[in-house]
């Protein structure tokens, strides 16, 4: 028998970790790695479920400043535990076309748990932002409280300072 107590949990990752690498698929079952990434910063933007309110904002506000990060040589994703075929819904019924919005779903929570914001009693990820530069270091990390809406403007104040 497995029990969740089973499963280790790494500390959450602070500024000055190194990113660990991972490849996820998002909502068009496309594959999304890190490492292709290396030549941009990228926010990780984790949320607990797709299809609730405060999740839709916080991904919406990712759609909504993709050229704001692009001025700032930074991909913005989202990630939760969701399926593919659940986020490609999700993702259409918000008009969100491109955004990735990373699908954490198997082994259930894989990257959540790499990066320390897995929640266990939950089975869904924290609410946080991650952001990684161009030498897969973490420069910015942060859990909000799940039933809030994490300000985008904090990231982008950040990324204009660094």
């Not at 926010?43 to 299809?51: D, G, I, T, V």
């Not at 904002?57 to 909504?64: A, D, Y």
């Not at 990630?79 to 019924?93: G, N």
């Not at 082994?107 to 161009?134: K, Q, T």
Request: with cysteine.
């Amino acid at each position: 028998m497995y029990h969740h107590a089973q499963i280790p949990q790494p500390r959450m990752v602070r500024p000055g970790d190194l990113a660990a690498t991972f490849s996820l698929k998002d909502q068009s079952d496309e594959t999304f790695s890190l490492l292709e990434h290396h030549h941009k910063r990228v926010l990780l933007s984790f949320h607990p479920l797709a299809w609730t309110d405060k999740c839709a904002v916080q991904m919406l506000s990712l759609e909504e400043n993709r050229e704001t990060f692009s001025s700032h040589n930074t991909v913005a994703v989202g990630i939760s535990v969701d399926s593919v075929p659940c986020k490609r819904a999700w993702a259409k019924s918000l008009g969100i076309t491109s955004t990735p919005l990373l699908c954490d779903f198997w082994p259930h929570g894989f990257v959540s748990r790499l990066y320390g914001l897995f929640r266990e009693g939950n089975g869904f990820c924290e609410r946080a932002n991650v952001i990684v530069d161009v030498d897969q270091a973490v420069i910015f990390s942060k859990v909000y409280p799940v039933h809030s809406v994490p300000d985008i403007g904090e990231i982008i104040a950040f990324l204009e300072s660094d």
